[in-house]
């Protein structure tokens, strides 16, 4: 990889570093959260994974545009990964009397209304974006949330049980049909949401946190003037490994990859994503792997990156920010 030249062509001030970060739910959600805690507002912009969006009760939900929006906002159900916490569902309960379908799918009633919310706006003609900036303001985020674009892009996954939509496949069936086939539907055509450019510009890294590689940083790749945005980045682009010591520290990571015939491991996670990162992070655990991650021509940090708490978030980011501004000195 060429980091040197990247080195040189961006320069950086002392203290903060403009981030555009590419995140999934629950993973992605912690480490931007430490990333906002560490960073001015200004200079972290936040590229959602939208390839879990669904309707159900003829309501637009965003999975992980929620996720990162409710942690961001201090309201994450940190025990559930999704929704807010201490929620209720009475509304949920008589959906489910009245025989309503898609019941399957938890929703608390308090996340109903910001359900309820969106999807006022996007049948006023709001983009997705402007309806999360505007969600997003009224919850008191400053930092900016994107959705990665504002076409429908959907995940499908394709199981030895038949082709299921991405919900379906996770919350409804909890994941256990084997995969053998992961596509993103729409991606072709969808184009990198505008609000997404100038922070693009702006930025002088790229931070791909710890999300799922197939089904949270996989549909943001998918979308070509995404790709491209990454591909032609002056900057650097640094990922950090969702796989600890071999195994996923929540949800279906490492069945998916073994699935798909990959390895299961922070080399099998750097092997998908070389090809748009300079940097990669490796959990310390793992450290016995960095000649390998090394031989994939990336260059490699090893850091403690398990998040249990704020405090590791904020570590975390830091740490990364260090790492950055070391190779952009
Ligand atoms: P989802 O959309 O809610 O499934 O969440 P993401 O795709 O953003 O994150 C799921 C991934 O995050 C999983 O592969 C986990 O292994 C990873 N993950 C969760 N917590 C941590 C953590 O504290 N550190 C690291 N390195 N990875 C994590
Ligand atoms: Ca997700």
Redesign the pocket.
């Given at each position: 990889m060429a980091v040197t030249s990247k080195r040189s062509a961006t320069r950086c001030v002392e203290g903060s570093i403009p981030i555009v970060a590419l995140?999934?739910?629950?993973?992605?959600?912690?480490l931007v959260q430490g990333l906002a805690s560490v960073l001015p507002a200004q200079d972290l912009t936040v590229v959602v994974n939208t390839g879990?969006d669904e309707v159900f009760h003829g309501l637009y939900i965003s999975p992980?545009l929620d996720?990162v929006m409710y942690s961001l906002a201090g309201l994450a159900n940190r025990e559930t990964?999704w929704g807010v916490a201490g929620d209720t569902f009475s509304a949920l309960g008589m959906l489910k009397r009245y025989g309503a379908v898609g019941t399957w799918f938890n929703l608390g009633d308090k996340d109903l209304a910001t359900h309820l919310e969106r999807t006022r706006l996007l049948r006023e003609g709001w983009t997705l974006s402007q309806a999360t900036a505007h969600l997003c303001e009224k919850l008191g985020i400053q930092v900016s949330l994107v959705p990665m674009s504002d076409q429908p892009v959907r995940t499908v996954v394709e199981t030895e049980e038949g082709v299921l939509p991405f919900q379906e496949y996770f919350v409804k069936h909890q994941c256990r049909p084997r995969v053998k086939r992961v596509r993103f539907e729409g991606a072709k055509t969808a184009r990198i949401s505008s609000s997404l450019e100038p922070a693009f510009r702006k930025a002088k890294a790229l931070v791909m946190?710890?999300?799922?590689p197939i089904v949270?940083i996989g549909p943001i790749l998918a979308v070509p003037n995404v790709r491209s945005r990454l591909d032609g980045f002056k900057g650097l682009r640094l990922a950090?490994?969702?796989?600890?010591a071999g195994q996923?520290?929540?949800?279906p990571?490492a069945k998916m990859l073994q699935e798909l015939g990959e390895e299961v491991s922070c080399v099998g996670v750097a092997r998908r994503l070389r090809e748009v990162c300079d940097i990669f992070v490796i959990?310390m655990l793992d450290s016995d792997r960095q000649q390998e991650i090394q031989a994939l021509g990336l260059d490699m940090v090893v850091l403690d990156?398990?998040?249990n708490s704020d405090e590791d978030k904020a570590r975390l980011a830091r740490q990364i920010l260090q790492v950055l501004r070391d190779r952009l000195a």
């Open positions: 995140a999934g739910g629950v993973g992605g959600a912690k879990d992980d996720t990964g946190c710890p999300s799922n949270s950090v490994s969702p796989i600890v996923a520290l929540r949800g990571a959990d990156t398990v998040m």
